[in-house]
């Protein structure tokens, strides 16, 4: 689970202290849009809104390996995302 959103349903944020500052980072990043998703809800669903968050998304999960450990942080962004579109 990633920080604010793991914060915001009750669980403590874990960082794994070994993970270089990049991928820290970009765990930060999805969670925040997590996070952002799950604030704005259907207000996400805007063309302009998805034209803006969903490229950089779809071309990072295009640049992961299947087997990468960054692909599940990801996806659940993808979920939060998912979710808010309806």
């Known amino acids: 689970m990633l920080p604010c959103h793991a914060h915001a349903q009750g669980r403590r944020p874990r960082l794994d202290k070994r993970l270089p500052d990049q991928a820290k980072n970009l765990l930060i990043l999805y969670d925040a849009i997590g996070t952002l ?7 996400l669903n805007k063309p302009e809104h998805v034209a803006i968050l969903m490229p950089p998304l779809v071309s990072r999960w295009n640049a992961l390996a299947n087997d990468d450990k960054g692909l599940f942080p990801l996806l659940e962004c993808f979920t939060s995302i998912a979710q808010a579109r309806g």
């Open 37 to 43: 998703a799950d604030a704005v809800g259907g207000e």
